[in-house]
């Protein structure tokens, strides 16, 4: 689904990517983790088309996404940190995102009843906490039922109930057979769900391998110890 | 262009807008009170303008540009061109400061100076707003880090505001044996904030107060002809920087 060939990438002269090429196909969970600045966020923006790409060529559905945009109407992307307008409300926003979209998609709206943002779909952002904004980043996301969803650090900033339904709506869209990407420093939270781990360092993608041979090769059954293990 | 709608209604709403449109209210309404000569009164707001205009424009187009910087992100990471985000931008924030500027000076210019002066005061007040706008929206491409872009911004203001009339003047001494006319007034269109004095003086055809570019234009092209020049390359202006910067946005790493 998402096929990614040779890139490399530069911010003036510290090489964030090198040369990076991996598949991830559909009915995959992924978790992409490694240190901070080992260029899990870069990946992501360059699959997005945040970061245009210099070398190498990313396809997805076999169309390169160069020059292209129309192939993010198949991404659901959940950001890091999600700033909106301070005097925009909740509404609006997601309105404001159904008209980019067109506004005939059927759209998914579990998300934003489980979180119980209807009720308060007339408050202004400014006025919002960074978990309510987080809320509403992950709504938007789901709300289209794309084919990728691209989850950044998806939980961080939740109290644990809403974590716990962000999750358990992750676990119901992989079973619908979605590729979704993962980032995550909590590992421990990224245990229940994922099929696949990739990890990076420097730029380079270290450890890529399902999580089934990594159980094997092992013999431990915490991520954590998983990956130290496996890394030397 | 969908977009625009949604991020007039953010902006309008913006507590610094409102501020800035009272207060270009209570200036122009206390201008016009206190002069008794009408023109005397547009000679006095147009001097308020060519300094408050440019500085709130753009000030505020950077800030704004900077707070939405992640839902900018977002933005980029729907299926919608990277241009169309950036032309709406500049449509939400030209639109809502030359409302402001309608508003809080326009509509008490009319009232005092019901004519075509009048109307060429308001014009050039929504140009300087519209240019100093797609300025900053070039200075904040260009420049990731906030501080620096606000700084540069201020910098900008300062150069044509200020320093720019230093330099013609130095020029002016230094060269004053060569016939320099036409160089100074190529110089002139180089700034915004000059033509925008020269194109509303040469309306009133206060030479006193023209200056030496102004007094250039008069002689060169005559009252009328002069007017259409500035106002002609004043358009230019509010559109070149923004195309500069819709080109770097374009490819810009987020």
């Given at each position: 689904m998402?096929?990614i060939e040779?890139?490399?990438?530069?911010?003036?002269k510290?090489?964030?990517?090198?040369?990076?090429?991996?598949?991830?196909?559909?009915?995959?969970?992924?978790a992409?983790?490694?240190p901070?600045?080992s260029?899990?966020?870069?990946?992501?923006?360059?699959i997005?088309?945040m970061?245009?790409?210099?070398?190498?060529?990313?396809l997805?559905?076999?169309?390169s996404?160069?020059?292209?945009?129309?192939y993010?109407s198949?991404?659901?992307?959940?950001p890091?940190?999600?700033?909106y307008?301070?005097?925009?409300?909740?509404?609006?926003?997601i309105?404001?995102?159904?008209?980019?979209?067109?506004?005939?998609?059927?759209t998914?709206?579990?998300?934003?009843?489980?979180?119980?943002?209807r009720q308060?779909?007339?408050?202004?952002m400014?006025?919002?906490?960074?978990?309510?904004?987080q809320k509403?980043?992950?709504?938007i996301?789901?709300?289209f039922?794309p084919?990728?969803?691209?989850?950044?650090?998806?939980?961080?900033?939740l109290?644990?109930?809403?974590?716990?339904?962000?999750?358990?709506?992750?676990?119901?869209?992989?079973?619908?057979?979605?590729?979704?990407?993962?980032?995550?420093h909590v590992?421990?939270?990224?245990?229940?769900?994922?099929s696949?781990?990739?990890?990076?360092?420097?730029?380079?993608?270290?450890?890529?391998?399902?999580i089934?041979?990594?159980l094997?090769?092992?013999?431990?059954?915490r991520?954590?110890k998983?990956?130290?293990?496996?890394?030397n | 262009?969908?977009?625009?709608?949604?991020?007039?209604?953010?902006?309008?709403?913006?507590?610094?807008?409102?501020?800035?449109?009272f207060?270009?209210f209570?200036?122009?309404?206390s201008?016009?009170?206190?002069?008794?000569?009408?023109t005397?009164?547009?000679?006095?707001?147009?001097?308020?303008?060519l300094?408050?205009?440019p500085?709130?424009s753009?000030?505020?187009?950077?800030i704004?540009?900077?707070?939405?910087?992640?839902f900018?992100?977002l933005?980029?990471?729907?299926?919608?061109?990277?241009?169309?985000i950036?032309?709406?931008?500049?449509?939400?924030?030209g639109?809502?400061?030359?409302?402001a500027?309608?508003i809080?000076a326009?509509i008490?210019?009319?009232?005092?100076?019901?004519?075509?002066?009048?109307?060429l005061?308001?014009v050039?007040g929504?140009?300087l707003s519209?240019?100093?706008c797609?300025?900053?929206?070039?200075?904040t491409v260009?420049?990731?880090?906030?501080?620096?872009?606000?700084?540069?911004?201020i910098?900008?203001?300062?150069?044509?505001?200020?320093?720019f009339?230093g330099?013609l003047?130095?020029?002016?001494?230094?060269f004053?044996?060569?016939?320099?006319e036409?160089?100074?007034?190529?110089?002139?269109m180089l700034?915004?904030?000059d033509?925008a004095?020269i194109?509303i003086?040469?309306?009133?055809?206060?030479?006193a107060?023209?200056?030496?570019?102004?007094?250039?234009?008069?002689?060169f092209f005559?009252n009328?002809?002069?007017q259409?020049?500035?106002?002609?390359?004043?358009?230019?202006w509010?559109?070149?920087?923004?195309?500069?910067?819709?080109?770097?946005?374009?490819?810009?790493?987020?």
């Open positions: 998402i096929s040779n890139i490399s990438k530069s911010f003036g510290q090489e964030v990517l090198k040369n990076i090429s991996v598949s991830m196909n559909s009915n995959e969970c992924i992409l983790i490694g901070n600045g260029g899990k966020t870069t990946l992501i923006k360059s997005l088309g970061v245009p790409l210099v070398t190498g060529q990313i997805i559905d076999n169309n996404i160069i020059g292209s945009y129309q993010r198949l991404i659901g992307y959940m890091q940190i999600g700033r307008p301070d005097n925009m409300n909740i509404g609006q926003i309105q404001l995102m159904k008209t980019i979209r067109g506004n005939h998609v059927i998914d709206e579990s998300l934003i009843d489980d979180f119980n943002l308060i779909f007339e408050k202004k400014s006025t919002l906490s960074g978990g309510t904004r509403v980043s992950a709504c996301a789901f709300l039922n084919k990728i969803l691209i989850l950044d650090e998806p939980t961080a900033g109290d644990p109930l809403s974590s716990e339904i962000l999750k358990n709506k992750i676990l119901v869209e992989k079973g619908k057979g979605k590729l979704i990407i993962i980032t995550s590992l421990s939270e990224l245990e229940e769900m994922i696949r781990v990739i990890y990076m360092q420097d730029g380079h993608i270290r450890i890529d391998a399902s089934n041979e990594l094997e090769q092992t013999g431990e059954n991520l954590g998983i990956i130290s293990k496996a890394l | 262009m969908r977009m625009t709608k949604y991020i007039l209604t953010d902006i309008l709403r913006n507590k610094t807008l409102i501020v800035y449109t207060l270009l209570l200036l122009s309404f201008v016009f009170s206190l002069e008794d000569n009408p005397k009164g547009v000679l006095s707001i147009l001097n308020l303008l300094i408050i205009v500085l709130i753009s000030i505020f187009t950077t704004y540009i900077y707070n939405s910087s992640e900018i992100e933005l980029v990471s729907q299926p919608v061109k990277r241009s169309s950036w032309i709406s931008l500049y449509f939400g924030l639109f809502s400061l030359s409302l500027f309608i809080g326009g008490i210019t009319m009232i005092y100076q019901t004519d075509s002066t009048g109307i005061l308001i050039s929504v140009l519209l240019i100093f797609s300025i900053a929206m070039l200075t260009y420049n990731r880090d906030k501080a620096k872009g606000i700084g540069a911004s910098l900008t203001w300062l150069y044509f505001s200020l320093l009339d330099v003047v130095f020029l002016l001494f230094q004053s044996d060569y016939p320099i036409k160089a100074m007034m190529a110089m002139s700034n915004p904030i033509l004095r194109l003086l040469l309306k009133l055809d206060v030479s107060l023209m200056g030496y570019t102004g007094a250039l234009f008069r002689t005559g009328g002809y002069g259409t020049i500035s106002f002609l390359v004043l358009g230019i509010s559109l070149i920087p923004f195309l500069i910067s819709l080109h770097k946005f374009k490819h810009k790493d987020l």
